[in-house]
């Protein structure tokens, strides 16, 4: 917001932010664009603050080894062991992922990672 400010001031133009603290700035004064700058550094603030909560709130989660949220899986791990069984004992892997309703991609994935 405050480089959309300068360009516009450097156009010879300016902001006029209505209702902003109980009344209007205007950016091409010098005492609006006081006010803009200050609401901008606090808007600024607050959402540095905000991204520092999540940061720590996940590496929290993580270090208790708490589900971080996020799509909930279509298939499960033991639908991909079952699967990794069938093709080990003569399905044709083509087939395999498309009765589980899912990608070749995505199985194979899924299959290395069940099997570390």
Known sequence: MLAFADELRSRGAGLRVLNLGGGDVDTATPMGSMLFTIMAALAHMEHEIKRERVTDSILKRR??????????????????????????????????????????????????????
């Open 63 to 116: 270090e208790a080894g708490k589900d971080l949220g996020g799509r909930p899986r279509r298939v499960i791990d033991s639908q991909i062991r079952s699967a990794v069984r069938l093709v080990k004992s003569g399905e044709p892997a083509a087939q395999v992922p498309r009765d589980l309703g899912t990608s070749r991609a995505t199985y194979h994935r899924r299959s290395r990672a069940v099997a570390d």
